[in-house]
């Protein structure tokens, strides 16, 4: 694909360490590059009060697993199997993905992927307690939200996020991109720690490139912290960012 004054060539990729491959696959289809800006990495719990809370976490009528990094330090910890009646829910596809390779059968997931469209699920309509699988921050309105539903919230934060410093090779690389670039943003959370880390001039630079963004609320928080050039993708997975920034002028 040529570049142009409105094509991009890159796309700077905020997901963690060695999970860019799925979005870099998909760009190189199109003839973009994509740069991977790493705000952590991620870590599986493996103690003994990590397995007991996913033990009772895994006994609730209604479990939820916020990602698929979530699904697998699960695996890691205990077999995954729902018992009779319960319901497992993924926040969206990648999710609901890796817990059919798991062998879970049943999965229910929302059109919207994202907290939103999972908390508008009927599956959560009127449940009194809820079994959360995830990580420590991230995906706090959902558990906000339950908990202001009046749910008991069965938290089991099964892997975590270690952050990382931006290296300075990241840096350069950043400096030294040329043609239209364009940020694909699916975590508010990564977005608020790599921004804190940028140079003011990167930081001016980023601004006025386009951003695109997964979601409403990740495209008022990139409103917030200065962008003016977004774009809200169909969702999350890495060919509706594409599509996005495709169509970012």
């Known amino acids: 694909m040529p570049a142009s004054a409105h094509v991009p060539t890159t796309l700077i990729s905020l997901r963690p360490a060695g999970q860019h491959g799925a979005l870099r696959h ?3 289809r199109h003839g973009l590059a994509v740069l991977g800006v790493s705000p952590w990495r ?30 697998r330090a699960a695996g890691r910890l205990a077999p995954l199997r729902p018992p009779a009646a319960a319901r497992w829910l993924a926040v969206g596809e990648g999710s609901a993905g890796a817990l059919r390779r798991a062998g879970v059968a049943e999965v229910i997931q929302p059109a919207r992927m994202d907290s939103e469209g999972l908390l508008a699920l009927p599956a959560l309509a009127g449940a009194a307690r809820v079994g959360l699988v ?29 952050p990382l410093a931006l290296t300075a090779t990241t840096l350069r690389r950043l400096h030294a991109l040329t043609g239209p670039s364009v940020l694909a943003l699916s975590s508010g959370e990564a977005l608020e ?14 601004q006025a490139q386009p951003v695109v963004a997964a979601s409403q609320r990740l495209a008022a928080q990139a409103a917030a912290r200065g962008f003016q050039r977004i774009v809200q993708a169909e969702g999350p997975r890495p060919a509706q960012l594409l599509a996005a920034a495709l169509a970012a002028d």
Do not use: C, I, N
Request: no cysteine; hydrophobic share 50%.
């Open 42 to 71: 991620l870590q599986p719990r493996e103690d003994a009060a990590t397995r007991g809370a996913l033990g009772q976490a895994l006994a609730a009528p209604v479990v939820v697993f916020t990602s698929p990094a979530a699904v």
């Open 193 to 206: 720690r790599v921004l804190d880390q940028l140079p003011a001039e990167l930081l001016a630079r980023w």
């Open 134 to 162: 995830t990580a420590p921050g991230g995906r706090g309105l959902l558990a906000s939200t339950l908990a202001g539903r009046g749910v008991e919230v069965v938290r089991a934060d099964v892997y975590e996020r270690v």
């Open 26 to 28: 998909a760009a190189a």
